[in-house]
């Protein structure tokens, strides 16, 4: 038989070799420089907020885990390649096999060394990239912390099932895969060299071959001894009875079945190793049929069987008890242990009692929130921006303030610096970078009250520099805002030369004068003095202007990375972060606070959600920012984080003491979070019960305030989320930050500021549940729950919401408005309960058509029960709702003429100063009659906006108020018929 000539092994030149080395040498320094440059810059920014230990633990952890893993992984590949080659025959058979097998030996054998060196290196690094990512895993099982709960099944303390579990299973997975690739690595050598002669006559197996492919497959099936073992505690996370835990077949099936097959995989194994000695694959084949029958047979059907026949009927019976454990955990670690149920017959009765009840109520109507921060910020925009490049928050915050003894919730904002909204010469890099550095100014308004349909910035705070009546309580000492949510990606760059030190823009001045600039101080931000921290900046933004610059200076600092979101996760990447950061004025300073979580999967019996769907709701992404998508069934707010927004410092405060996670990671990174102790009362005072943990309890309590176990099976009294009626779409509607009295309390309880929702029946509009908890300092975390009967008739916002806008008042009005080209928004729908029922409130808004329209209250509608009420303010609505005007029980064919108010105007007044505020507000005050008079008025409102234009009339709120009163004065005149020009101020 012919034989073909071996294939001539491919070489390269010289030149060719060292061209090539150049190339890839190259291609690794330009890898190695930017990694490293990364490293040096997060280096860096870790410095500047003071947590650079948190860097280097991470970084090390990675380090570590990146060579342990990887070395462990490269040894046992490696070795078991070694010992594959050195097991290869001396000599080989004369057959077609060996014979086309030989050209590939040829090829390795001169570099077997090179070959084996690259493909352990390979694998080294595969494993040491992947195993570098499980640093929070490792940290978790190096410091983890007893929860003081033990599991109903197996009785080991949670921390085994949070920190211990899922660690070992890592572990095994990384032998599994380490011996498995050795395996197949084996196999190929021992074939390539002749240990293995398929197609050859005679002996197929080697002894050597044989031996060592019987240890690696004993070592094999060895792992699955281990990870039967670990598979009993991994029921505890079964999802076979419908509710996560161990179900009765988990426990009397599959739990048994486990412990066998963990004994028939160790005699396989046993098997396995003893055939190095037999040399006969017989009994080791033998075995693993064996292993392999009773996993399929036995491990699948067995419990299949069971759970048909006698599981499923009598379900209710049978997974009873397991039921009971997922209640319970469930509700402990979503820490829903201690919710108040109460009882509430709602009633949907108008009428004379209910009227008395409302009008005599003075902790819940007088605070009704007329302001919806998700619709005004346009409004703050408008009024409040003062030049193009500041702005507002897409979603406005509530949180409240006491003013001469009085509690009172506000609608606030931070003027902060957009750096997107800088236009034509604004943008070139030196104003982009060294001028317009920062935001100025915290604006506030008081939620349950208007000035003109209009937010009364003149009652809380407003215009720059900074004044209201809320400035004397808050003393406010430094508005400035370095680090906030609207710089992006941005970078600013403070200090510079002396010389230039006046050239970051801070405010306009008074009359006379010029801007007001001002000098950074703050000590925010990493020192780019120095040549070679230029350079890296300069690399990092692409940005040659960083390097060249004589404007930067040796005290210099870029301050980068400044949403104060992004902060707090990257100083806590333990953390989830809440999606919706809100401002306080602290200590004279603005701090944003930043509510954190600590979160697991591993909580046994407990349900799990996916953290990204719970907390999604129709204002995701409008202003807040989702969860990811991750399965959690145990969080905690266990820290409320601050950003101070002028010198960007980040502090982390333990707020649950008793967080067992907490605890774990605070034993990792010695120094993060300072004990709850440090926390001001000032700052205190401000805490709010955050959204996103709010938004996974209330689904928790929609589900799992059934007590009865069977009834539980059954989904009876199941409870939902409603979708948010006043959006499009299908999306949940968002909870709202409220100061009322709390629900169920005696009549005349202090209003105390709580998150509030409403849950509706299962598949059902008609209302199930008022759920709230309390930010009081004094009664935080404090949930109630007002339970109607199943049997109730109230309304749910889904169904009130088109009554509400088909009513007689209301269908009147947005008719006229969009008659008009004017948009209607509806605002937020709120549930209040008063008056033994729910009364539902909604602010009604109108905007104009251009670029200087805005939102403006139009009315407000209210509801109880089946009657709807209409009127300009809450007053006149609840007025309308007791004389059975504009909804006549929901009809929508009420009697009461509806308010005139006019729609806002488009139409722009001549020289706007720098806010470019529209041109006109709904009238507040009768305007005199006749011509005269309107003209003499007209110029008396003129004048006062030139004054206030000037800087000698009360700001920016003065020229609006007065510019409204002019353009009112105005259209009266056109009314009237007269045609006088527009006056002209004086002076």
């Known amino acids: 038989m012919a034989m073909r000539p071996p294939l001539p092994v491919p070489t390269l030149s010289r030149r060719a070799r060292i061209v090539l080395g150049v190339i890839v040498a190259l291609i690794v320094l330009i890898i190695v420089i930017a990694s490293l440059a990364g490293v040096y810059v997060n280096y860096l920014w870790f410095g500047s907020v003071g947590y650079r230990h948190v860097y280097s633990s991470v970084l090390g952890t990675r380090v570590m885990l990146f060579f342990m893993f990887g070395a462990v992984m490269s040894l046992i590949v490696g070795v078991n390649l070694f010992i594959a080659f050195r097991s290869r025959p001396p000599f080989h058979p004369m057959s077609a096999e060996q014979h086309s097998l030989e050209r590939y030996r040829a090829v390795i054998e001169p570099r077997r060394g090179l070959i084996l060196a690259l493909v352990v290196i390979v694998v080294g690094l595969l494993t040491g990239i992947s195993s570098q990512g499980r640093w929070q895993t490792w940290m978790l099982w190096r410091n983890g912390t007893r929860f003081g709960t033990k599991d109903p099944q197996f009785h080991k303390d949670i921390s085994y099932f949070a920190f211990t579990y899922p660690f070992q299973r890592y572990v095994i997975g990384f032998l599994f895969i380490a011996i498995l690739l050795s395996l197949i690595g084996a196999l190929i050598v021992h074939y390539i060299f002749g240990a293995l002669r398929i197609q050859t006559p005679g002996e197929k197996v080697l002894p050597n071959a044989r031996a060592h492919l019987s240890v690696l497959l004993g070592l094999f099936v060895v792992m699955k001894v281990i990870a039967y073992y670990l598979d009993r505690y991994g029921l505890v996370f079964s999802n076979r009875g419908g509710t996560t835990g161990a179900s009765y077949t988990d426990v009397n099936a599959v739990l048994p079945i486990k412990t066998i097959l963990m004994s028939v995989a160790l005699i396989c194994a046993v098997a396995f190793i003893a055939n190095v000695f037999f040399r006969n694959f017989a009994l080791p084949a033998i075995a693993l049929v064996l292993l392999i029958f009773s996993s399929v047979i036995i491990g699948g059907a067995y419990p299949a069987i069971v759970q048909q026949f006698r599981v499923k009927p009598n379900a209710n019976e049978k997974e009873a008890p397991y039921i009971q454990r997922n209640i319970t955990a469930t509700r402990q670690a979503y820490d829903i242990t201690n919710v108040d149920y109460q009882q509430y017959n709602a009633s949907t009765d108008v009428n004379t009692s209910t009227k008395n009840l409302i009008s005599t109520d003075k902790q819940t109507i007088p605070n009704a929130r007329l302001l919806d921060p998700n619709i005004l910020t346009g409004t703050f925009d408008q009024f409040q921006q003062i030049f193009n490049y500041y702005g507002f928050d897409e979603k406005l915050d509530i949180d409240r303030y006491t003013t001469n003894g009085k509690t009172q919730d506000y609608v606030l904002g931070v003027r902060e610096l957009d750096p997107g909204k800088l236009t034509g010469n604004q943008a070139n890099w030196i104003n982009k970078h060294l001028v317009y550095t920062h935001g100025n100014g915290f604006v506030a308004a008081p939620a349950n009250e208007t000035s003109s349909n209009l937010p009364d910035f003149a009652a809380g705070i407003g215009d720059l520099p900074p004044s209201g009546e809320l400035l004397n309580s808050v003393d406010l000492t430094q508005p400035r805002v370095y680090f906030g949510e609207r710089f992006g990606s941005d970078y600013a760059i403070t200090g510079v030369k002396s010389g230039q030190a006046d050239r970051e823009f801070d405010r306009p001045g008074t009359t006379g004068g010029g801007d007001v600039k001002n ?238 929702t409403v849950l509706t029946q299962l598949n059902r509009q008609n209302m199930a549940a008022y759920v709230s908890v309390s930010s009081d300092p004094n009664d935080y975390g404090k949930f109630r729950v007002l339970e109607l009967p199943g049997s109730s008739s109230v309304p749910g916002p889904g169904q009130i919401q088109p009554k509400m806008k088909t009513a007689g008042s209301v269908a009147q009005v947005v008719s006229q408005q969009r008659q008009s080209q004017n948009q209607v928004m509806y605002g937020n729908l709120l549930t209040l309960p008063v008056a033994n029922g729910l009364l539902y409130v909604e602010p009604l808004y109108a905007e104009g058509q251009g670029n200087t329209s805005y939102p403006q209250l139009l009315g407000v509608i209210a509801a109880f029960g089946q009657n709807i009420g209409y009127g300009t303010d809450l007053s006149a609505a609840l007025k309308d709702l007791f004389n059975g005007g504009s909804g006549n029980n929901g009809n929508g064919n009420g009697n009461t003429t509806p308010p005139t108010t006019p729609p806002p105007s488009n139409s722009p007044s001549t020289n706007p100063p720098s806010t470019s505020p529209p041109s006109s507000s709904p009238p507040t005050a009768p305007v005199p009659s006749g011509v005269a008079g309107l003209a003499a008025d007209a110029s008396k409102a003129a004048q006062q906006m030139a004054d206030a234009f000037k800087g000698n009339g009360g700001g920016v709120q003065a020229y609006l108020k007065a510019q409204a009163q002019l353009q009112r004065d105005l259209d009266a005149l056109k009314k009237l018929g007269a045609t006088v020009p527009p006056p002209t101020p004086t002076g």
């Open 519 to 756: 000098v950074y101080n703050g000590g925010g931000g990493v020192r780019i003095g120095n040549f070679f921290n230029r350079l890296v900046f300069s690399l990092k933004y692409k940005e040659r202007n960083i390097l060249f610059s004589g404007a930067i200076s040796a005290n210099s600092r870029i301050l980068f990375n400044r949403d104060p979101r992004e902060m707090v996760q990257k100083v806590a990447p333990f953390l989830k972060v809440d999606g919706d950061p809100y401002p306080a004025v602290v200590d004279g300073h603005i701090e944003w606070i930043v509510d954190g979580y600590t979160t697991s999967d591993g909580y046994p019996y407990a349900e799990r959600s996916t953290l990204g769907d719970v907390t999604k709701d129709s204002l995701t992404g409008k202003g807040t920012s989702g969860q990811p998508n991750q399965q959690v069934n145990y969080i905690r707010n266990s820290v409320k984080a601050t950003v101070d927004a002028y010198t960007g410092k980040v502090t982390l405060y333990q707020f649950d003491e008793q967080d067992p996670v907490l605890k774990t990671w605070m034993k990792a990174f010695p120094g993060l979070v300072k004990p709850k102790t440090a926390i001001s009362p000032d700052l205190a005072s401000h805490f709010r019960y955050p959204e996103d943990l709010f938004k996974v309890q209330r689904d928790m309590i929609a589900k799992y305030h059934v007590d009865d176990p069977k009834q539980f099976y059954n989904s009876q009294g199941f409870w939902s989320v409603p979708n948010d009626p006043t959006q499009p779409g299908s999306e949940p509607q968002p909870p709202y930050y409220l100061l009322t009295q709390p629900p169920g309390t005696p009549a005349g309880t202090k209003a105390e500021f709580q998150l509030t």
